[in-house]
């Protein structure tokens, strides 16, 4: 079943201050980045058990994503890496959200909300037309901060499920009405 899919169309992103203490910075590199990055992205994100090579299929070998450009970190006041956001320039002058996730401890306090304003400015001062992103279904507390940044539901094609009552059943959770469906092809 594929991951449920997002649209936006290029416009300015509403800032979004972090909580006090908290910084965004950009990925450097380091190895101790990418212990960090894994350990964030195991917390309901993706399995980490190949280590290293989860890193290279997600980050060093995305389509059109340059880590030091595109990949970022939240830092909390003690300078922990606490989440993460990959805001990638398809040569297509699409934008993509790629790799959204934080520790336990982080959320609930605006660190999401902020680190996607941070991403969505990124993204558009490349002069996009568009960003995408795909997320799962239960992942709610991000979906909301999605339609709120002003990203729409998406209706691919999938032969899997029917994206229409998945989709449905997920606005009918989270209590939003009416919400703009997009065909896949608009």
Not at 4 to 24: E, F, Q, T, V
Not at 54 to 81: H, Q
Not at 89 to 114: F, N, Q, W
């Amino acid at each position: 079943m594929k991951q449920l899919k997002m649209r936006r169309p290029s416009a300015p992103a509403a800032a979004h201050a972090l909580p006090d203490g908290y910084r965004i910075i950009p990925f450097a590199g380091t190895q101790g980045e990418i212990t960090d990055w894994l350990a964030i992205v195991a917390e309901g994100l993706v399995p980490v058990e190949d280590g290293e090579a989860v890193f290279d299929r997600y980050i060093r070998n995305w389509k059109d994503l340059t880590p030091g450009e595109d990949l970022f970190f939240v830092t909390d006041s003690a300078g922990k890496r606490v989440a993460t956001i990959a805001a990638v320039r398809h040569s297509d002058e699409s934008g993509y959200i790629h790799m959204v996730g934080s520790l336990p401890e982080c959320r609930g306090k605006g660190v999401g909300r902020a680190m996607l304003a941070h991403a969505l400015c990124v993204i558009e001062s490349r002069g996009v037309n568009h960003t995408i992103l795909t997320t799962d279904d239960y992942r709610l507390p991000a979906i909301k901060q999605y339609l709120d940044a002003g990203f729409r539901p998406v209706l691919w094609q999938d032969p899997d499920s029917d994206m229409r009552a998945r989709w449905d059943k997920v606005i009918e959770t989270l209590g939003y009405r009416p919400v703009e469906y997009l065909d896949e092809l608009n």
